[in-house]
């Protein structure tokens, strides 16, 4: 979903470019584009209607974008006066493949887009790039994600922060979490922020995330203190929780 009729200012997160460069080479596999739509639902509008324009929107995908996979957030966990009713997230395998479903989509998607803005409105589009940290489960479905906000510390850097991050996955992981992990680095049309990237945590379910949460509670903090000491934090604010709903898995 590639919102054209919102006057969207794209602004470039200066050092986002960078991060992206360092993530290119510590990443087991290549950076991918990530966009978010946030939005609020329409008077009398609601999620029914959202997920009939989302059907239609896989199916314009299929012939036009296949690898464009696409997710409907919700908040359950948050500051509700700040979060937006509905977060449409969207990836694509490649900069090179988002463009060109961008492409088509200009050319070709506004009858569907049309149907979108009856339902909602949205006020803001923003493009991060998503690194893998550890995530053999490979792409998420229907879930819960968590996104937490971490910046680098002074004397570290993009490479020290992922591998950390990826230390701390592994410990929890043998505590018996089940959870994947992803960092999203802001690129365009972020706000200013005082933060270098998003700590991305998903799972199957809401009984696996409240399990982690046990084993978090229960030893796995320290784990996560001993792996980013001296290398970054992710205490900038409390973290978000969001119902996943996935819209369309890209084609294989």
């Not at 589009?125 to 792409?139: I, K, Q, R, T």
Request: glycine fraction near 10%.
């Amino acid at each position: 979903m590639k919102w054209t009729t919102a006057a969207l200012t794209l602004s470039l997160a200066a050092s986002g470019w960078t991060q992206l460069a360092v993530a290119q080479d510590a990443a087991a596999t290549p950076p991918a584009p990530v966009e978010a739509f946030y939005c609020n639902m329409q008077s009398g509008k609601d999620m029914k209607d959202l997920m009939q324009v989302a059907e239609r929107f896989s199916a314009w995908a299929d012939s036009n974008d296949p690898g464009y996979a696409a997710w409907i957030l919700t908040p359950v966990f948050g500051q509700f006066n700040e979060l937006p009713q509905v977060v449409w997230l969207g990836s694509n395998v490649s900069g090179d493949a988002f463009g060109a479903g961008l492409e088509a989509w200009l050319e070709g998607g506004q009858d569907v887009q049309q149907a979108f803005d009856k339902v909602v409105d949205c006020g803001a589009h923003m493009l991060a790039s998503s690194v893998e940290v550890n995530a053999p489960d490979g792409p998420p479905g229907d879930g819960v994600v968590m996104f937490t906000r971490c910046s680098i510390a002074e004397d570290s850097d993009f490479n020290r922060a992922l591998a950390a991050h990826r230390d701390y996955s592994a410990a929890m992981r043998d505590m018996g979490a089940k959870n994947s992990n992803w960092l999203f680095v802001p690129m365009l049309g972020a706000p200013d922020h005082e933060f270098d990237y998003w700590g991305v945590s998903t799972f199957a379910s809401w009984s696996e995330y409240f399990a982690g949460y046990e084993m978090y509670v229960r030893g796995g903090w320290k784990k996560g203190m001993d792996a980013m000491q001296g290398v970054a934090t992710c205490e900038q604010g409390s973290p978000s929780v969001w119902n996943v709903k996935q819209v369309r898995a890209r084609a294989s």
